[in-house]
């Protein structure tokens, strides 16, 4: 068998096996498609529960949910209130303020494969790897990975064009008014007379001068750090020469003390300044450049660079800096390569990527900088796409759903494609710039989805089994903790949807507030909680919306053990999906009626989804769930030395297989915790 010298993994969150075959089908994927006609290809099982943190996790670690203790997105811990959740880093809940979001990596208990290889001397680069975030290897290069929403937070904003009137061009800009220069100190007279303007650093919008003369943004004074960015200013004036020639670009109107000084044509050197960001206080770096000062002043055009985030994202340190260079450097060139017709986005601060597109081209150039710069035995990589479409549109391409709009489908599809297609790309730029004949490549997902159509509040249920009761407090209801014996991970006061398809015990001796006696009070409540999960009822098909509901001890068949797991575990039936809370997370009288539950939906606490915000779920199923030609089940992809060619393996391996399979292909030790089996029908070795 050849000799694996260097491994490139790839991950792309996401990405669906029965999507990935068509498009490879159709050409759209060129890349994945060859290195599926050179290697191995097949679907591939999720660790449950099928989610992002618990398989980026088993991806890299090798081990189960329960060993590594990634269970779901939040966490709940023994003793701790219910209504405190360990989440892991990511800012979709950000008005839960009972959520401690800690990174991925802090909360996994399993070992990393960075860190076994660097054990042995090997050396890895991670870009953008859920779990890498802080860094846990001290040779290597780590560049952000904090979460698994995490990405590269190189840049703060896109770049932005500012222009006066006369001076508009096409595409997006933003507003300059200019108008006589008041209240500066240190102003040399000029002929012509000094004019100024204002603009707020970080883009998105347009400052307007007052009566009073003060520049305001809407309706505030401007002459503050904004929410949404820095307002600097602006004086043009002449400098001998007929006509105006000269711009200073200053933060306080002291034209002694400009930060940059230019002339039609010319760059700034790096102005560093602090934005507030809706993550806190960040240290920015940018260059504008002065594309156009008419002489009669009437024409102006300012180009500011994206604001670079220079701290905070790369291990070692200094290579932020060096990687802003390159970015810099690569994004004039693609912009020049596009021509005059580019579109310099208005964005919001913090908005890294405008889309899946930018964000490939973003990582791809920087894997390939890093990667022929520095060595590296193992570099992983991921991009987080196309999961989000999958929770946007999935629906939107099956006409089995009742909400199905042919022209809506035809729309999705093909954002679908380019989404894939786009991926695909990033994948053949990585590989091709990277990867040598000693290479193993490859190119997996953590997950797919499939479409949801119908919404189970599980409250009801409890609440008619005598397992959850509320109590009456200042007003309004509350949970009373010492009456309620089960406690749903998504029911609203207790949690939020991060810990769906955990149901705890109340447990005496173990829960803050427990109430429920360990022995047979105990196992009669988890039989009591299983009977109510089981008597769902759907009324349109008389199906129970439950697939699986079974105890802590017999979900470690499934993976799921320890402390981080529900005392019981269920899944649904393809198709529904938990209601995780209440519109404003207070219950009402209506809940505790026995005719009326959420949205008004029937005793039975089941509504039918038309027209819902998710779409595609993928945590709520067993491994193997499908539905409508979609599927849950994740993608791999292996192609190199000792990997056989153009096979599809006949039963899809799981995701702790993958890091074993590597490390016997390195010829190094797996993580200490590593737990799944090496991928044998893969190997060219096993021959058949």
Request: net charge negative; glycine share 10%.
């Amino acid at each position: 068998m050849e000799k694996v010298k260097r491994v490139i993994l790839i991950g792309l969150d996401g990405l669906m096996p029965e999507m990935a075959e068509k498009f490879v089908a159709e050409g759209n994927m060129p890349a994945i498609g060859r290195l599926m006609a050179e290697g191995v290809y097949s679907p591939m099982y999720s660790s449950p529960p099928v989610d992002t943190p618990t398989n980026w996790t088993s991806l890299a670690t090798g081990a189960w949910t329960g060993t590594h203790g990634l269970n779901s997105f939040g966490i709940h811990f023994p003793g701790e209130p219910f209504d405190q959740v360990h989440w892991v880093r990511s800012n979709i809940f950000p008005r839960f303020a009972n959520i401690s979001k800690e990174n991925l990596n802090q909360l996994s208990r399993a070992e990393y494969i960075w860190q076994a290889a660097e054990r042995v001397g090997k050396r890895c680069i991670l870009v953008n790897y859920p779990g890498g975030w802080p860094p846990n290897i001290k040779k290597g290069i780590v560049v952000d990975g904090s979460g698994p929403y995490s990405s590269p937070l190189s840049r703060l904003t896109y770049p932005s064009r500012y222009a006066s009137k006369d001076g508009a061009i096409s595409g997006e800009y933003i507003p300059l008014i200019f108008t006589e220069a008041k209240g500066w100190s240190g102003l040399v007279q000029s002929s012509p007379l000094p004019r100024e303007s204002a603009l707020v650093i970080s883009g998105e919008v347009g400052l307007r001068v007052s009566e009073d003369g003060e520049w305001r943004l809407g309706g505030e004074l401007a002459n503050f750090e904004s929410k949404r960015g820095l307002v600097y200013y602006l004086l043009i004036t002449g400098s001998g020469h007929p006509g105006y020639d000269l711009m200073l670009l200053t933060k306080d109107r002291d034209a002694q003390r400009p930060l940059a000084r230019l002339r039609p044509g010319e760059w700034s050197d790096w102005l560093c300044d602090d934005f507030q960001t809706p993550y806190g206080p960040v240290r920015g770096k940018f260059r504008v450049k002065l594309e156009r000062l008419s002489p009669d002043g009437r024409e102006v055009v300012l180009y500011r660079t994206p604001i670079y985030n220079t701290q905070g994202w790369t291990y070692p340190p200094e290579i932020a800096d060096e990687l802003i260079d390159h970015m810099l450097e690569f994004e004039e060139k693609v912009a020049a390569g596009r021509g005059s017709g580019l579109r310099h986005k208005v964005s919001p601060l913090c908005q890294v990527y405008e889309s899946i597109s930018d964000q490939c081209i973003g990582i791809a150039a920087m894997t390939r900088y890093l990667a022929n710069k520095y060595p590296w035995d193992l570099l992983f990589v991921q991009i987080h796409a196309p999961d989000g479409l999958n929770h946007k549109a999935l629906n939107e391409v099956c006409p089995q759903w009742k909400g199905y709009d042919p022209r809506r489908a035809k729309e999705a599809w093909e954002r679908f494609r380019q989404e894939y297609g786009a991926l695909d790309k990033a994948v053949g730029e990585i590989v091709g710039g990277c990867a040598d004949g000693e290479t193993l490549v490859i190119v997996l997902s953590d997950h797919a989805a499939i479409p949801t159509f119908k919404t189970v509040w599980l409250g009801r249920a409890f609440l008619d089994a005598g397992l959850l009761v509320y109590k009456r407090e200042n007003g309004q209801l509350v949970v009373d903790w010492e009456r309620t014996k089960a406690v749903l991970a998504d029911q609203p006061l207790a949690s939020v949807q991060p810990l769906a398809l955990n149901v705890w015990v109340n447990l005496k001796g173990r829960e803050r507030y427990g109430c429920v006696e360990p022995g047979e009070e105990y196992e009669q409540v988890r039989r009591a909680i299983i009977r109510a999960l089981y008597a769902l009822v759907d009324p349109e098909t008389g199906e129970c919306p439950v697939a699986l509901a079974l105890r802590r001890e017999e979900a470690s068949t499934l993976g799921q053990w320890g402390d981080t797991v529900g005392d019981v575990v269920y899944y649904f039936r393809p198709g529904y999906a938990g209601e995780p809370t209440l519109p404003n997370l207070e219950p009402t009288e209506a809940m505790l009626s026995t005719t009326t539950c959420f949205y008004a939906v029937g005793p039975e606490g089941i509504k039918t989804r038309i027209f819902g915000h998710v779409q595609g779920l993928h945590g709520e199923y067993l491994p193997n769930a499908d539905l409508w030609g979609c599927s849950v089940r994740a993608v791999l992809v292996m192609a190199g030395p000792g990997i056989r060619k153009g096979h599809r393996l006949p039963v899809p391996p799981w995701t702790v297989d993958v890091t074993p399979t590597i490390t016997h292909l390195l010829g190094i030790p797996a993580p200490a915790q590593s737990e799944g089996k090496i991928i044998g029908q893969a190997l060219e070795s096993t021959g058949g």
